[in-house]
């Protein structure tokens, strides 16, 4: 005989914890003869059954703006979940918010090639990881000499640089970057506030005001 489970445990899980979308959720398994109004319990094998349906159905989302769209767009029925880390979108993280948000600004205003210029070697492998397989990347390692030719290749390749200033940079690095002249001012961003998502955002905002 197989176990089962409380219906509201499971459902929690899944960040269906607020009521209005543990109703909804609800009252689709009990459209679909998974369960009744009233029953508390489930088995292992309906369990599996509800999941497939509730995947199928709904687009489980946090309560941010951008997340809420992509949802919208889905082709599913948005359903609000809580905690964030549920959300089918950003996975309740600002920096994972951030990086879907900037790739998504970059293919709408056909952006393909960014110049990083900073960051410590951690943040760096992390860009390149979540970034680098639909943006190609250039990080440019701020503590390390950068001759003036390389970083006018660097201006030349880039649809757009983002300079971080607030991190491991020397002057003499960002001033190739940041002084390259009127030719390149429209792509070159110069960020001073800390964190990945400080960093993407600024590229959003500059993107959106120039494009």
Known sequence: MSADRDIDEWMA???LTLPEARARARAVLEEVGL???GKQRMSEPKLLK???????????????AACLKVAQASG???????????????GGSANRRAEVAFVETCQRYGVRRVVVVGGSPAVREELEAKLGHQIDLRMVDGTERRTA????SDLDWADLVLVWGATELHHKVSGHYTNGGPAYSRKVVHVVKRGVAALLEEGITHLERTR
Not at 82 to 90: F, M, S, V, W
């Open 149 to 152: 030719d390389r970083a006018r």
């Open 50 to 64: 509800a999941a497939d349906v509730v995947a199928e159905r709904f687009f489980p989302v946090c309560a941010d």
């Open 35 to 37: 369960t009744r109004p």
């Open 13 to 15: 899980a899944r960040g």
């Open 76 to 90: 599913r029925e948005p359903i609000r979940v809580e905690p964030r880390l549920h959300c089918a979108r950003c």
